[in-house]
């Protein structure tokens, strides 16, 4: 298992979680460390690039990942 590419600069942990940490570290262990083909936010990175991931947008949203990209492809298609 490798750290997810966007760990240093991921906004969802420096900025959300920061009162948070029990839950946030659960989170980070699943996803970050873990398999990040299964976080909402890698989703929507990945699909639409950087600076695109709602910053609302939990890693454990899937359904509302990819609701977002179907409609951001929709709109750009
Ligand atoms: S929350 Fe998702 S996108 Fe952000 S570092 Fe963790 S696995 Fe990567």
Redesign the pocket.
Same mark, same amino acid.
């Given at each position: 298992m490798t750290d997810?590419? =966007?760990?240093p600069k991921?906004p %969802?942990?420096h900025d959300r979680m920061a009162s948070m940490p029990t839950m946030a570290n659960q989170?980070?262990a699943k996803?970050?460390t873990g398999d990040?083909s299964d =976080?909402?936010?890698?989703m929507v %990175?990945k699909a639409l690039g950087a600076g695109t991931?709602p910053a609302t947008l939990f890693?454990s949203q899937a359904d509302q990942a990819r609701a977002f990209i179907k409609t951001a492809q929709a709109t750009h298609a």
């Open positions: 997810c590419p =966007c760990l991921c %969802f942990f989170m980070k996803y970050c990040n =976080c909402a936010r890698f %990175f991931v890693p």
